[in-house]
């Protein structure tokens, strides 16, 4: 009944939040004298807050009408290219005849749409060709859909591989680190010509053994059964999901907010000062953050009980036993990163990331023994947390060129691309990976520990 609670509040709290809006608008209006004033502009403020903070924010868009190529302005149009009960393939077509590296982003389902990697898509939209993973609500998709877990989610990163192969180049941002790895070790195990030319994984959670975060620390500690009863509920009857058993938006947004509340709360003081004090730019650049933020989707039960455990409790692909369930054919496959010899691999990391901290995603080498040094590269970003790694100007100036080398230097279509961009690129390329020097000497310790004890 919880979830039925949160709607009755939101609902009990419509007349005064359309009475915040209007009193808002009256005491901006310029026509008003009053909105000249300290009085006025203190008064718009206070309505502001209640308004927002009684808000359901709904799915933003993504909004990337124009990119610009060779210092040109080209349309982008948004298309479904394909659709599936719980996701649909976005693509942002552009008009141009450029043939240029054709990605796949795969977008985390941990709470935020698809949108939150906005930044991301607008960065690649110049120089390659995007497609995206928008994952729906789960409180949106009828129970007549059936189910959706962990093995369900890789299927859909093989079949959309698969549809835009060959020489694909996938990009996992953060959750999706561990089925998009795992995609691209099945489909090399069974040769399939469609696995993806380069896997980029950024701050994802691959071994969240090493150098352990709060996340990590509530995820290990706590029985299943704990996060079952605690935070799994059922959609209520006027949702088109109704029925369905979810983890609903509004409890992992209350998650999301408690890890850095202080922050949060300190955000939230100053944009009340921009408003009161009329710093317009100020303002609309914390809405802008926060609009995004504040907007969050259900997800089902099944994939995230079976997430928590696979990845935060039994550490099941860095162990080497994770296993596949093939939805399709009832086939159980062992995920053996062994497997992964002609995908190029790339791991991102952040300094400040307190979500997937150092060392979690770098462990993806550690685990692919038979992958060429050669096709083995890492960056390590200073001065960035866990949102900074995909968006930002950080991620625009220093983190997306790299990618784009990288990228660049394992795609076939070398020819489509104009001389002064591989001149721009040559001192973009990103470091190998080196685990004496991308490591830290405590995980480097741990390391060689647990390797001693498995040979024992």
């Known amino acids: 009944m919880f979830y039925h609670f949160y709607d009755l509040q939101k609902a009990m709290l419509g007349p005064a939040r359309f009475t915040a809006a209007v009193t808002r608008n009256l005491y901006r209006n310029p026509f008003n004298p009053l909105s000249h004033t300290q009085l006025g502009r203190t008064i718009a403020a206070n309505a502001e807050m209640f308004e927002r903070l009684t808000k359901r924010f709904g799915k933003p868009e993504f909004a990337l009408p124009f ?59 110049p120089h390659h060709d995007v497609y995206i993973t928008d994952w729906l609500d789960a409180r949106l998709v009828r129970l007549s859909e059936g189910r959706f877990n962990l093995d369900d989610y890789i299927a859909y990163v093989i079949e959309y591989l698969s549809l835009l192969g060959p020489d694909v180049h996938v990009i996992a941002v953060c959750q999706p680190a561990v089925p998009v790895y795992a995609a691209a070790c099945i489909m090399e195990a069974e040769n399939d010509p469609n696995a993806p030319a380069t896997m980029t994984l950024m701050g994802g959670p691959i071994d969240t053994r090493i150098s352990m975060t709060q996340v990590n620390e509530l995820a290990e500690n706590r029985p299943i059964e704990w996060f079952e009863s605690q935070v799994v509920l059922n959609v209520p009857p006027y949702y088109p999901g109704a029925g369905r058993r979810v983890y609903p938006g509004f409890i992992q947004l209350g998650g999301f907010m408690s890890m850095n509340l202080d922050r949060h709360v300190g955000s939230h003081m100053k944009f009340y000062q921009h408003l009161v004090n009329g710093d317009g730019d100020s303002a609309e650049a914390h809405r802008k953050f926060y609009n995004e933020y504040l907007s969050v989707m259900d997800i089902t039960a099944e994939f995230y009980l079976q997430t928590v455990e696979t990845v935060f409790q039994k550490h099941s692909l860095p162990k080497g036993e994770m296993v596949w369930h093939d939805p399709a054919t009832n086939r159980k496959i062992k995920v053996d990163p062994s497997k992964l010899k002609k995908t190029a691999l790339l791991t991102i990391e952040g300094e400040m990331d307190d979500i997937s901290a150092h060392g979690q995603t770098t462990a993806a080498h550690t685990l692919a023994t038979n992958l060429p040094a050669s096709r083995q590269f890492h960056h390590f970003q200073k001065d960035v947390g866990h949102y900074g790694i995909f968006n930002g100007r950080r991620w625009r100036q220093h983190i997306m060129p790299r990618l784009r080398h990288f990228i660049r230097e394992f795609d076939k279509n070398l020819s489509d691309i104009p001389a002064h961009d591989l001149k721009a690129l040559a001192d973009k390329v990103p470091a190998r990976w080196d685990a004496d020097k991308h490591l830290p000497e405590s995980v480097r310790r741990t390391t060689k520990s647990r390797n001693k004890k498995a040979d024992a």
Request: hydrophobic share 35%.
């Open 67 to 125: 990119t610009e190529i060779d210092g040109k302005k080209v349309s982008v149009t948004e298309e479904v290219v394909h659709e599936k009960p719980f996701c649909n393939l976005l693509h942002f077509r552009r008009d141009t005849k450029r043939k240029d590296p054709k990605v796949l982003v795969v977008a985390p389902m941990s709470g935020h749409y698809a949108t939150l990697l906005r930044g991301t898509v607008e960065a690649l939209l």
